[in-house]
């Protein structure tokens, strides 16, 4: 499970004793939520669904196939549809890859969501064997599903942006910069990275 509200706020805390405009922004905005998934295949099956769509959308494909499949969408029953019958539901040829890349991997034992590596790159590229599954919604499915406490999805556009309010930088900064920014701020680096999209909804603006 993702990193709980606790455990966030010890972790900021920690944070904020290392970079003094953490405990600035936490005054002014409070602590984030948690955010929390559940680990496993359909997650990340869900993820699949939910690229480049509304939520909205997203929900109603999902309880489409929920229909089709029944709770969860177990990976040996989306495998047996044909493509028909997994377009009717609202999933595109492309996604159709994606899921059957998905539940494949899951059936042959090759993507081991109950086993996956304790090193983050490790698993990152297991998960990342899977269509569909990027570097950023591996680490994404790792920090809200596994709630592993260093994942830094820097190529993440509101993280960094997140980073340069926090830091009072002129200009957003890059990944690479980022990466070098957040080395200091192991192994919290995963509370940090949702503090970044909390101050950025929050539209913080350091002083």
Known sequence: MGISAEGLKNALDSLAQIEPRFADALTATGYPEARIREP????????????QVSVAAAASVWNKLEALLGEGCAAHKLIEQ??????????????????????????????????????????????????????????????????R????????????????RLLKLDSRPSEKEIREIAEKWRPHRGAAAIFTWHIYAKGFQAI
């Open 40 to 51: 496993g295949y359909a997650t990340l099956l869900r993820t699949i669904v939910g690229q």
């Open 82 to 147: 044909d493509f028909d019958a997994l377009r009717s539901c609202g999933l595109s040829r492309q996604k159709q890859g994606y899921a059957r890349s998905l539940a494949e991997l899951v059936v042959t034992g090759e993507l081991p969501l109950d086993a996956l590596p304790a090193d983050d790159e490790e698993a990152i590229a297991y998960l990342t064997k899977v269509k569909g599954i990027g570097r950023w919604s591996a680490e994404i499915y790792l920090l809200f599903a596994e709630g």
């Open 149 to 164: 406490t260093d994942i830094w999805p820097a190529g993440d556009l509101a993280v960094q942006e997140g980073v340069g």
